[in-house]
Structures are given as structure tokens and as C-alpha cells.
């Protein structure tokens, strides 16, 4: 996968071209398509990265990818690692120190969903998406927190709007991000005079996503009508945001959510809006195992 994000960034962006000079970024789910232009962004910008992934081949290529977008950049890409698991989160956090020295910004964007009525969806797979989404979450900022207290830095988790009301098909997903945005006010308020920020993205209809394209059924020229600004995201727009909430300019700025979404979730044209309610008493009326 090429990067998104090229040299122009430093030039066409309202950032100074070294402003994370000397910083190095943690990213869980690194080589996924919002949290790998995220890092893109910050690497352009001065910092030095570490991507957190599952996939050890993928998220090595990323990695080399992404470190190439500047001379002298050091991009660590740590494959094999489970955000459900302490101890395997810690070995990355371990790497990335001996290798880049410190830790300054966190990045929790490790997240798995599916699209799934109530009456099909299995406790076990409820469960897979909470511990992914908010236990690695969790988890993540956990191995950090040393090296964030001492560095005074700054904690992202990726969000959603999926709980700002009632989206059928996202149960899981929904109740998982609502315990994140929770547990990011908790935080802010706990580690603010430690130093440390914590603060919440949520992206809304984001083109270029693995999300938008199981999701947004129609057409994206239709989808796009549906959004007040009359286009869908770009992965460019979140990383813009994640600069914003890293930078200077947020220094006072913490226990918040940045909604990247062009007003999407104020008119409640997101999932299942289409058809309701005959699509949600389909689904729930389909016999077990078949299609949604």
C-alpha cells in the first residue's frame, strides 16, 4: 500500500515542517488506513514512529513505507502483537524505547467490528470487539504510562459517533467507543497533573476506508450527498486533526473529542438509517447464519 501523504504535506499544511522534531508516537493499529496516515502526518512533521500491528509482514511494509516519506526517519514496525494482551504490548513498548529512545504521544487505534443485528450477534463476538476497541485501549495507554509521565505527553483514542445514538447494526462497535470516550475523561481528569493530555478523534464517513466500503452501500457520489458539507473524509482530514491534538496549538486542550465528520452524526444519516425499520426486522428475522 503506497503512502497517502507526500512531501507537498510539509509545504501545503498550516504546520511548521519540524514540529515534532526530536518525538517519537506509539500507534496501535498503525498499519491501518486511518492510523498509518495519522503516523504518515507525524513523520512528515519531524516525528519518529512505532505501528503496532497483528500482521507482522504488513505491518513491517508499512513501516519501511512510511519512514521513507523523510530523510533520517526511524519507523519501527512491530508485527505479532495482540492489544488484548499485556504482555505483548509491552515487548513493543520495550522495542520502541531501546530502539527510539522515549515515548511522547500515544495513539490507540487498534479496533475490530462487523456489521451485526442483535439476534445474530454472539456473545463471544460482543466480547471480541470490546476487548479489541476498549480493554486494548486500555491496555495500551497502561504500557505507555511511564514513559508518558515522564515526557509530559499525549494520549489519542480513535473514536466513533456510533454512540451518539441508536445505529442498528453496530451494537458492538457503539458500546465499546462510548467505554473509550468514558475512559478518556477519566483519564484526562486523573493524569492532567501528571502533565499528560488525553483526548478522543472520532472520524465519521472517512473515504479510502475499510469502513466506508463495507458500510456506505450506495454509491459514495450518493453517500456524499448525505453529509452537510456534501463530501466524505479523507484519511488527510483525521491526521490534520491528530496533528492539531499534538501540537502546541492544544496545549491547554484535554478530555475532548474532535469530531471529524462534516456534521454527518447530526442528521443521523449514518448505518441502517436507509429503509428503517424494514431492514433491521429482516435481519433479525433471518434465519441464524445467513446474510445481513
Known amino acids: 500500500m503506497p503512502n497517502t501523504l507526500t512531501e507537498a504535506y510539509k509545504q501545503e499544511s498550516s504546520w511548521k515542517p519540524d514540529l515534532f522534531k526530536g518525538k517519537v508516537v506509539f500507534i496501535t493499529g498503525g498499519a491501518g488506513s486511518i492510523c498509518r496516515v495519522q503516523a504518515e502526518a507525524m513523520v512528515l512533521l519531524g516525528a519518529n514512529a512505532a505501528i503496532i500491528g497483528r500482521n507482522v509482514e504488513k505491518t513491517e511494509s508499512a513501516a519501511k513505507e512510511i519512514a521513507s516519506l523523510r530523510s533520517g526517519a526511524k519507523v519501527l514496525g512491530i508485527g505479532g502483537i495482540d492489544v488484548r494482551k499485556v504482555d505483548s504490548l509491552k515487548s513493543a513498548v520495550d522495542k520502541t524505547v531501546a530502539e527510539l529512545g522515549r515515548i511522547d504521544f500515544v495513539i490507540a487505534g487498534a479496533a475490530g467490528n462487523f456489521l451485526c443485528d442483535f439476534n445474530h450477534l454472539s456473545s463471544n463476538a460482543f466480547k471480541s470487539i470490546i476487548d479489541i476497541d476498549l480493554l486494548g485501549s486500555f491496555n495500551t495507554v497502561k504500557v505507555t504510562f511511564d514513559q508518558l509521565r515522564k515526557n509530559k505527553g499525549a ?9 451518539y445514538y441508536g445505529v442498528p447494526f453496530q451494537i458492538g462497535v457503539g458500546a465499546a467507543k462510548a467505554g473509550v470516550d468514558a475512559l478518556s475523561n477519566a483519564l484526562a481528569v486523573e493524569l492532567g497533573p501528571l502533565g499528560i493530555r488525553s483526548n478522543c478523534i472520532a472520524p465519521g464517513p472517512i473515504d479510502g476506508t475499510e469502513g466506508v466500503e463495507r458500510l456506505v452501500r450506495a454509491s459514495k ?9 456534501q463530501r466524505l473524509g479523507t484519511t488527510q482530514d483525521i491526521a490534520d486533526g491528530t496533528v492539531y491534538l499534538f501540537s502546541p496549538a492544544a ?10 465528520d462534516g456534521a454527518s452524526w447530526q442528521i443521523s444519516s449514518g448505518v441502517g438509517a436507509t429503509n428503517y425499520p424494514v431492514s433491521i426486522l429482516n435481519a433479525i428475522d433471518a434465519p441464524k447464519g445467513g446474510k445481513l
Open 221 to 229: 457520489a450518493e453517500a456524499a450527498k448525505k453529509v452537510p458539507l
Open 251 to 260: 496545549s491547554f486542550v484535554t478530555g475532548d473529542v474532535l469530531v471529524v
Open 155 to 163: 494520549i489519542l483514542f480513535v473514536s466513533a459517533t456510533l454512540h
